[in-house]
């Protein structure tokens, strides 16, 4: 059994991410003790940047509540996690971005 974590930053509904990380978990899928979580980062409601406070380092966890706080649980938890952003200006978008800050925590 794997937890597979999925991570889409584009922010188009129609964009090529999705269809590409469908593709590379569609065996896995097939496996029913496989445990797929698919993170769509633009739908996030609740989602702020590191602020380099470094509170994170004596416990581990970010001390921000907020939407990013699940999925750096379920990152934290995974055997795999797949990550799809468009580039923009030879950069990640800004969603896949503030969540990579905000991994700091589990380094």
């Known amino acids: 059994m794997s937890k597979i974590v999925v991570l889409i930053a584009s922010t188009r509904a129609d964009s090529n991410s999705e269809p590409i990380t469908d593709i590379m978990v569609e065996g896995d899928r097939a496996v029913p003790e496989n445990k797929i979580i698919v993170h769509r980062l633009d739908d996030l409601k609740s989602a702020h940047g590191c602020k380099a406070c470094h509170k994170c380092k004596p416990s581990n966890p970010c001390v921000q509540k907020d939407d990013i706080s699940i999925v750096i649980d379920d990152i934290r938890k995974a055997d795999v996690v797949i990550a799809s952003t468009p580039l923009y200006f030879n950069h990640s978008a800004s ?7 905000r991994l700091y925590c589990l380094f």
């Not at 969603?95 to 800050?101: N, T, V």
């Open 95 to 101: 969603q896949y971005k503030m969540l990579e800050d």
